[in-house]
Structure formats: C-alpha cells, structure tokens
T-cell receptor, first 111, second 117 residues
Framework: GQQLNQSPQSMFIQEGEDVSMNCTSSSIFNTWLWYKQDPGEGPVLLIALYKAGELTSNGRLTAQFGITRKDSFLNISASIPSDVGIYFCAGHITSGSRLTFGEGTQLTVNP | GAVVSQHPSWVICKSGTSVKIECRSLDFQATTMFWYRQFPKQSLMLMATSNEGSKATYEQGVEKDKFLINHASLTLSTLTVTSAHPEDSSFYIC?????????????FGPGTRLTVL
C-alpha cells in the first residue's frame, strides 16, 4: 500500500527552540493533514492542507503542502513543554480515499 | 472543529467475552466513519471503513466476524470485539469524515483502551 516516510522519528529539543519535521511519498497526494497525539488520546488535527504550495499557520505551527504534491513539512516555533507528543502526517491520494499515516515523530521538549 | 466522542474510554474484560465500543459524531453528521487500531509506539492501522446504512469495508487481514461494525445512524458507529482474547488488547480509535466539496478531513475520537485478561 501507499506509504508516507516521516522524519525524524524522534527529536529532543530545548524549550524555545524551533522544530521541523517532514513527510515524503513516492505518490502524489491531494490532501495533507498534520495531527498531534498525546499519550492515551486520539490524534488531534493541527493543520489541513488542500492545495499544492499552500502554506498554513496555526499559532506557532506552520505547515506547507509541497509543490510536487509528494511532500509536506511542519514547523513549530519557540517550542514549549506542552508541545511534547507524537506528531503524525497523513494524507489522501484522492478525495474519499483512505487516510495514509506516517510513522510519527516523537517530540520531547526539555524545560 | 468537529467533535467525535468514544465510549468507553477504557475497558477490561475476560477472555472470551465481547466488548462494544461506540463512536459518535457530536456536532455533525458522518456518513463515513473509520476504525483504527494502534499498538504502543506505532502508527494507526486502519481496520475498517464504516458506511451509514451499508456493510463495513474491512482491510486485508482484519476478521469481519471478529470485529463487528454497525453504522446504524449518521452520528453513531459501533465496533464489537467478539470473543476477545489477550492479543486483541490494544488502543482502538475511531474517526469521522467531514467532507466539504473538494476537501476531505478526518476528526478522531479520544480512543478506547481495551485490555483482555
């Protein structure tokens, strides 16, 4: 099946630092979604991207839909301890198709 | 954003019993809901797609007779784990699709932790 390659697998940063993570695919996607999952909880949607080249912000989070439609990145600026969690990229190849997930990026923020 | 709830949030059962998990869309109607399973430190694995008023579509390797899905209304889908065994212990998460024209977004429930003794 389709796969999303998400990197890095884990990150350990100091509070206040900026963070960047990305997802790539060999296939073209028409939707990219970024979720955050806290322990014991379901994923929470952070940012949804629907157009190639689209750059969208949500507070300190910024995500972009790659021009080639095969990649997306998520940036977190000025990280804080509550940013700790697992971040997943996900995407649809076509509208209505299954949602494909990346393997997740575990973020640890040291105060 | 759209709100999806799950009940129960956790359940412990004896081997051989059946467990029902409910997934509700609280502020929107969802013609399509999804059931995922997640093992520790892993990503979400799609188990099945639940369509209101029709049979669920199961992913390869998922036993439809073991994981019964019912989507009887536009706001409720249920997953029943029949004759549960310890290997069925996992975190089960549902999601609901919110289609809007050309866009397609899924919102997730808080998950249900199933432990089978």
């Amino acid at each position: 099946g389709q796969q999303l390659n998400q990197s890095p697998q884990s990150m350990f940063i100091q509070e206040g630092e900026d963070v960047s993570m990305n997802c790539t695919s060999s296939s073209i996607f028409n939707t990219w979604l970024w979720y955050k999952q806290d322990p014991g909880e379901g994923p929470v949607l952070l940012i949804a991207l629907y157009k190639a080249g689209e750059l969208t912000s949500n507070g300190r989070l910024t995500a972009q839909f790659g021009i080639t439609r095969k990649d997306s990145f998520l940036n977190i600026s000025a990280s804080i301890p509550s940013d700790v969690g697992i971040y997943f990229c996900a995407g649809h190849i076509t509208s209505g198709s299954r949602l494909t997930f990346g393997e997740g990026t575990q973020l640890t923020v040291n105060p | 954003g759209a709100v999806v709830s799950q009940h129960p949030s956790w359940v412990i059962c004896k081997s051989g019993t059946s467990v029902k998990i409910e997934c509700r869309s609280l502020d929107f109607q969802a013609t399509t809901m999804f059931w995922y399973r997640q093992f520790p430190k892993q990503s979400l694995m799609l188990m099945a797609t639940s369509n209101e008023g029709s049979k669920a579509t199961y992913e390869q390797g998922v036993e439809k007779d073991k994981f019964l899905i019912n989507h009887a209304s536009l706001t409720l889908s249920t997953l029943t784990v029949t004759s549960a065994h310890p290997e069925d212990s996992s975190f089960y998460i549902c999601s609901a699709r919110v289609p809007s024209g050309a866009t397609d977004t899924q919102y997730f429930g808080p998950g249900t932790r199933l432990t089978v003794l």
